[in-house]
Each structure stands twice: as structure tokens, then as C-alpha cells.
């Protein structure tokens, strides 16, 4: 995995609670065997029409999505199934963080494994970054992992919480098995004591 | 201190903990699909790594794979290639496999304790999140994503923060006609969907303990429709004869110790939860969704809900949007709305017991003789299908049409959950096996 490096970006607004992971991908896409591919069928189902076509009203159609990287949603987001391609399809499209007031915990887990950046902000900032982001589409943010700010264009940063252990693999780039290998000898230990 | 079954499952499998990082856990059985697992596979190959605990790992198809006849082939190109890398996955890593010619192939949290590889105290994971189910035994059992489907693989350990406990109490009797899944149904629709979240469940409580098996696992599955990543319930005599005998149990004096060893679980007196929530369930109606999400339930006697009397914008909002998909009148009686197709089945609700439930109502009188419930379902007109998650996640060829309305036994009414454009009512066996005899949303206590 990349070491996590600060970034500027501009953000997409989805204002929908409960943001299943049904609706970030559909399950008909998971008959896949790699990670690869499943930017282009992020939020199908919203995104598209029955016949393909892109449906012009939703928020990632619109010309000022593109090339966006921070995703401001709803309260509870990623709730329902354990895949992975959720994050997979996120990161896929472009997105390197996701802004919510709550994030459900398999959702959660699975992001930060892959170097999505789930930032949880209280209910108070929330309203108030819609409300930007609302206003002006086209606003920067600056994510910075190492200080745990979010930077709003008027240079206001917002602090916010991670787990310590998670955000130290972040930073550095290394995954958890990597860690969980390291352990082998107490996991030895651990099956010899139970035997 | 009094311990909970929650502190007293994760005690017994912390290998190490550092400071500043979170426990390693040890698994005791690791559930593979052929969906979840993969790119898992492909870590280990690139990493050199071998599965350490083969022994501890058990897959099965179910998700991509059509419940049509298995003598045909796959039609679906890439459902057949991720049910084919599988099978050379398993063989290559020396993973059982339970495919359709052992006979023993069905949906992973169906199999798990029927075969006897559930068992209490155990650490449970599959990349599935209704692995919650086999916290019906008083295993401690979660689901994960494929990055740590790899860590088990790889190390038979995960990385995990010890979750909150929360005790879900159902006391009274069940009035007839209503079930577990009625139980589940209305504790999500009162906690909300993200209720749960960072804790366990854990339901104690008469009405719980009267509950078969089969009950306890459709009640722990929805675990995490409320948010929950587990679900449990203690060990009692109920979970000792279910297991008894069946094909992993242990046996003979194993057995004597292991039973011993089980009775040990269940929370001290005394023990403390983080959070408690009681239901009575003398109280309960059968439930039916009528939203989009499993907290968006009400008793079927009562009628959709009204945005313009929720309060809550965000809320109002969301009630909106459900039933615009849903194409429901707000204040309109749930009896008697038009249903198209009727699902029973899944690992919520896909039991020998729940298909009984459900024969029973369809043919009028008890089901017996053998059995047969195969010759029940198919004279009243249904089809029955082979093992696999089927229609409950729409990616094996069985789903509903775009605007069709579906009375499914399965765990989630998201959008297009089973099909683009399909709406789904949940609800238990009985409701569902009522709406196939009525065609409509049906109470079926004035059916029994």
C-alpha cells in the first residue's frame, strides 16, 4: 500500500443517509476476481439509467464531479454487506476520503485496509460542510492524514479522530498482515498452549 | 468481575495485544465463498504465503452460483470462471471445498451448523456479513472483507478492536403466527439500522431462550441490519442437542468436556453491558418492511407511514425517497398491497423449519409424510431450487423484474437488493408463505 500523503481536492456532495453497500456497488458486479474495474459501476444504479445511460441528475454526472477525490455523505454510511468492492469501487472512481457523522464498522475496516480515508466529523461540522459544498461546488479541501485536519478554502481546519494503530499503517504505507506475520511466533505459541 | 459471553469468547482468543494497537485475535473457523475470496487467494500467491490452518477453513459456493439444475453449466460466464477459481483456489491452498458434488454444498451460514462445525465459544469470521447467524451457538462471529479474509488465510489471526456489549432482552410468549424473525424485524425498526454499531448483540431473555436453533439464527443474522457486527445468544441445552451427533460434534467423552466447557459461557451474574435495550414479545405482531432499509418495518395490521408526520428533516427526507421507490400511498393499509413474487429462502430464513412454516400455510394443514416438502411447494405452484443465496442478492440469474414487488424472506430491502428496480417487502416464512396464497400482503393469523 502507498504511505498516505496529503491532498487537495474537491468534493462531491451526497446528502443520503444509510448509504447501503448495495447502493455503492451492486452485488451483480461482484462477479469479479480483481480489485480493478469497479470505479466505472460506483453507485450503478443511481448513476445510470436501466438502459446504461448516464442519468444527468445525479451528483457524480454532473461536470463539476470530475476529477473529484473527497466524498461528503450522509449519517451511517457503507452499512450493510462486509465486501470490500465498496471501497475497491470508491477508490476506483477517484475518491480518497469519505466525510460522514458515522461510518458502519465492516464498511469502516474495509476502507482503511486500503488506504480510503474515513474522516468522521460531528454533527454540527457536518451541516456545515453540505452547506459549503452546497454553495460552492467547485470549493478545495485539504486532507492532511499526519495532523488529522480537514482544511476548509478559508484555511479553517478541522480536526479529526482515527485510530492511532490505523492511521500509523496509513502513513506509512504498511498493511496489517505484514504486522499480523510478524506475530507468527506468539500465534505459534497461542496454538501450542490450546492443543 | 462478572464477565459477559462477549468478555469471556474474546479473553480466550487475545494471542497478543500491544499498546496503542489493537488485539490479535485468533479464529477457530474460517467460512470462504467463492465471492469474498478471490483477490484474497491472489494476496497469498503474490506474498508466497501459504493458508496456515486448512484444517480451520471450510468453503463452499453460494453466492454467484444459479440454483438452477446443477447438471447444466454455469450460464453466466463470469459466475462459472469465479466458481472454477474456487475450486483450483482450494486445491491449490488445500482448502476443503464443499462443492455441489460432495453433496454437501448450501449457503454458508446454512451449512456451518448443520454439518456441526458451529460450535459455542468459538471465534467465527467469513467474508460474509451475515455471519452473524452462528452467534446462535454462543460464538463470538463477524464478518470481515476480503483484505482480512487474506490475514485469516494467511495467519489464522485478525486485527480487531474488542466491540461494546449490548444486551438486547425479549422477554413474554410469542403469540401464534409471530416469529424470530418478527423479533428482529422489530428491534431494528426501534434501534434503526446504524443502532448497533461498535457494539454485539447480545439477546437474553425467555422468549429467547424458548427459541429453536433455527429461531436463534434468524434472529442473530439480522444482527447486523441494526448495525451490529455480532450477534449471540448462551449456550444451553437447546444449542447441546442441535449438535449433538452431527457430523463435526465431538463425540463421547470429547463431548462430555466440550459440553462442560460450553456451560461456562453464558454472561456472569452480574455482568454489565454498555448499552441494553428490552422488547416484550408478547407484544409483537408479525412485522413487514415497507421501506428500503430493515429499520423501516411496522406490524402488518398497520398502514405505511405518513412523511409529513415525521419530524426529523434527514428522516423525512429518507421516508420520502423509500417510498417513492417502493411506490407506496403514505396512511394506505399494508394488508392487501399487490405482490408479484414470493421469496423464501436465504440464510436468514431458508431452514428446514422455515420451509415447514411455510408448507404448512400453503397447504392448509401440517406437513408430513417424509417430508416431501419438495411435492408441497411444487403443487402450490412454486419452484423449488437448489442450494444458494438465490434471490435474496440478485447476482446468480434469480431476480425480480424492475418495478415488481417481492415479499422475500431474506435480511435486506435496500434498492435493487434484488434486482434493479425491485421492491421488496421483508417478512417471516409465515407472512410470505400467506402472501403466496393471497397474492397480497396478508396477516397470516387470519389464514390459520
Not at chain 2, 412523511?307 to 403514505?330: F, G, I, S, T
Request: hydrophobic share 40%.
Amino acid at each position: 500500500m502507498e504511505p498516505f500523503t496529503p491532498f487537495v481536492g474537491r468534493a462531491v456532495l451526497l446528502p443520503a443517509e444509510n448509504v447501503d453497500t448495495d447502493q455503492i456497488i451492486p452485488a451483480r458486479f461482484l462477479k469479479t476476481t480483481d480489485k480493478a474495474g469497479l470505479g466505472a459501476n460506483l453507485f450503478a444504479d443511481w448513476r445510470y439509467d436501466a438502459a446504461g445511460a448516464p442519468r444527468p441528475d445525479f451528483v457524480l454526472n454532473r461536470p463539476e464531479s470530475r476529477g473529484a477525490t473527497l466524498l461528503l455523505a450522509g449519517d451511517n454510511f457503507g452499512c450493510g454487506s462486509s465486501r470490500e468492492h465498496a471501497p475497491w469501487a470508491l477508490l476506483g472512481y477517484g475518491f480518497r476520503a469519505v466525510v460522514s457523522t458515522s461510518f458502519a464498522d465492516i464498511f469502516r475496516n474495509n476502507a482503511l485496509k486500503n488506504g480510503l480515508l474515513p474522516i468522521v466529523v460531528d454533527a454540527a461540522t457536518h451541516e456545515r460542510l453540505f452547506a459549503l459544498a452546497a454553495a460552492q461546488p467547485a470549493a478545495e479541501y485539504r486532507v492532511d492524514l499526519a495532523a488529522q485536519t480537514l482544511a476548509l478554502p478559508d484555511g479553517t481546519a478541522i480536526a479529526f479522530q482515527i485510530d492511532p494503530f490505523a492511521r500509523t499503517c496509513l502513513l506509512q504505507g504498511v498493511d496489517e498482515l505484514g504486522y499480523l506475520l510478524g506475530h507468527v511466533p506468539a500465534i505459534e505459541q497461542y496454538e501450542a498452549a490450546r492443543s | 468481575m462478572p464477565r459477559t459471553l462477549l468478555d469471556k469468547i474474546w479473553d480466550a482468543h487475545v494471542v497478543a495485544q500491544e499498546p496503542g494497537s489493537p488485539a490479535i485475535l485468533y479464529i477457530d473457523l474460517h467460512l470462504v465463498h467463492e465471492v469474498t475470496s478471490p483477490q484474497a487467494f491472489q494476496t497469498l500467491r503474490e506474498r508466497g504465503l501459504k493458508v496456515r490452518r486448512p484444517d480451520k477453513t471450510l468453503a463452499t459456493v453460494d453466492h454467484s452460483i444459479p440454483t438452477y439444475d446443477r447438471s447444466l453449466p454455469i450460464r453466466d460466464a463470469l459466475a462459472a470462471k469465479q466458481v472454477a477459481q474456487l475450486a483450483t483456489n482450494c486445491q491449490e491452498f488445500d482448502v476443503p471445498l464443499y462443492s455441489p458434488e460432495t453433496g454437501r454444498q448450501g449457503i454458508v451460514h446454512v451449512i456451518g451448523p448443520e454439518l456441526g462445525r458451529t460450535q459455542p465459544g468459538m471465534t467465527i469470521v467469513c467474508g460474509d456479513s451475515h455471519t452473524a447467524t452462528h452467534g446462535a451457538f454462543g460464538s463470538l462471529a463477524f464478518g470481515i472483507g476480503t483484505s482480512e479474509v487474506g490475514h485469516v488465510l494467511a495467519t489464522q489471526c485478525l486485527l480487531q478492536h474488542k466491540p461494546k456489549n449490548f444486551e438486547v432482552r425479549v422477554d413474554g410468549q410469542l403469540r401464534p403466527g409471530v416469529g424470530p424473525k418478527d423479533i428482529i424485524l422489530a428491534l431494528i425498526g426501534r434501534l434503526g439500522i446504524g443502532g448497533g454499531t461498535g457494539h454485539v448483540f447480545e439477546y437474553t431473555g425467555s422468549a429467547i431462550r424458548s427459541l429453536s436453533m433455527e429461531g436463534r439464527m434468524t434472529v442473530c443474522n439480522m444482527s447486523i441490519e441494526g448495525g451490529a457486527r455480532a450477534g449471540l445468544i448462551a449456550p444451553d441445552d437447546t444449542t447441546f442437542d442441535y449438535l449433538a451427533g452431527r457430523p463435526f460434534a465431538p463425540e463421547g467423552a470429547a463431548w462430555d468436556a466440550a459440553v462442560a466447557a460450553w456451560r461456562r459461557l453464558p454472561s456472569d451474574e452480574g455482568a454489565t453491558f454498555d448499552r441494553s435495550v428490552t422488547l416484550d414479545a408478547s407484544a409483537l405482531e408479525p412485522m413487514v418492511t415497507y421501506g428500503t432499509n430493515p429499520g423501516m418495518a411496522a406490524p402488518i395490521t398497520g398502514r405505511v407511514p405518513d412523511p409529513a408526520e415525521v419530524r426529523d428533516p434527514a428522516q423525512r427526507r429518507a421516508l420520502e425517497k423509500a417510498l417513492a421507490y417502493m411506490d407506496l400511498q403514505p396512511g394506505r393499509p399494508l394488508q392487501g398491497q399487490p405482490v408479484d413474487v414470493v421469496f423464501i429462502g436465504s440464510c436468514t430464513n431458508g431452514r428446514l423449519s422455515d420451509l415447514r412454516q411455510a408448507a404448512e400455510v400453503l397447504r392448509g394443514r401440517a406437513a408430513a409424510e417424509a417430508e416431501r416438502l419438495d411435492v408441497v411447494f411444487r403443487e402450490a405452484g412454486c419452484e423449488w431450487r437448489e442450494p444458494g443465496c438465490s434471490m435474496c442478492i440478485a447476482m446468480n440469474g434469480d431476480q425480480l423484474e424492475p418495478g415488481q414487488y417481492a415479499v422475500s424472506t431474506s435480511n435486506r430491502n435496500f434498492e435493487g437488493r434484488q434486482g434493479p428496480g425491485g421492491r421488496t417487502f421483508l417478512a417471516s416464512p409465515l407472512t410470505a408463505a400467506a402472501a403466496a396464497v393471497t397474492g397480497v400482503l396478508t396477516d397470516v393469523r387470519s389464514l390459520m
